[in-house]
């Protein structure tokens, strides 16, 4: 079956202005989350989808980040006035949330996002 | 703030050789660990999860928890160059489903 899938695969914006980026999870997966990694570093949680519930926005890096997911499905990362600091590859992953399963994430391609 | 502890290497085997990475933990509630690798310039994909204490096997991995000491280890037996990328090492966070991941080890597999 299709995998995640997120797009654009790349953005080049000027310091500034607003980007939008989208993570389509795999059917059926009820949990969603959003991370981004820097060159050469780890990955750093943003943000927590699951099903119904309020999100875990814990990771959220300032107030110029925020995330909506509609009808449980797609999600939308919204960064406004990009810094050159938010550089870096935003990953999406999904995860069944099966009761005692060990969840594990798939993970999307990558938007990897480039401030001028 | 709790933290997955990792060498950021670069770890180099000879071709054939084992190779061992180890990851630390601070959560002494978590419960799931996982091995993920990820190739330079593509998304990580998982290699192997493990919850119980002991030893997992799946082919040429084995993945080593020691919950009273905290740690989990992954062993790559007959190395091969192609299994040259950075592992990373995640914990799920006790009591939630958020992942903390380790900045990575990154392994070169020697031809």
């Known amino acids: 079956g299709a995998g995640v899938s997120q797009s654009p695969s790349n953005k080049v914006t000027e310091k500034g202005k607003d980007v939008e980026l989208r993570c389509d999870p795999i059917?059926?997966?009820?949990?969603l989350y959003w991370y981004r990694q820097s060159l050469g570093q780890g990955l750093e949680f943003l943000i927590y989808?699951?099903?119904?519930?309020?999100?875990?926005k814990s990771g959220l890096p300032s107030d110029r980040f925020s995330a909506e997911r509609t009808g449980g499905s797609v999600s939308t990362l919204t960064i406004q006035r990009t810094q050159q600091e938010d550089s870096a590859v935003y990953l999406c992953?999904?995860?069944?949330?099966?009761?005692?399963?060990?969840?594990?994430?798939?993970f999307g391609p990558g938007t990897r996002l480039t401030v001028l | 703030q709790k933290e997955v502890e990792q060498n950021s290497g670069p770890l180099s085997v000879p071709e054939g050789a084992i190779a061992s990475l180890n990851c630390t933990y601070s959560?002494?509630?978590?419960?799931?660990f996982f091995w993920y690798r990820q190739y330079s310039g593509k998304s990580p994909e998982l290699i192997m999860f493990?919850?119980?204490?002991g030893d997992k096997e799946d082919g040429r991995f084995t993945a080593q928890l020691n919950k009273a000491s905290q740690y989990v280890s992954l062993l790559i037996r007959d190395s091969q160059p192609s299994d040259s990328a950075t592992y990373l090492c995640?914990?799920?966070?006790?009591?939630?489903?958020?992942?903390?991941f380790g900045t990575g080890t990154r392994l070169k597999v020697l031809a």
């Open positions: 959560d002494r509630g978590s419960q799931s």
């Open positions: 995640a914990v799920r966070d006790s009591g939630t489903y958020k992942y903390i």
């Open positions: 992953a999904s995860s069944s949330r099966k009761g005692t399963g060990p969840n594990e994430q798939f």
């Open positions: 493990i919850y119980s204490n």
């Open positions: 989808f699951q099903g119904n519930s309020a999100p875990d």
């Open positions: 059917s059926g997966h009820t949990a």
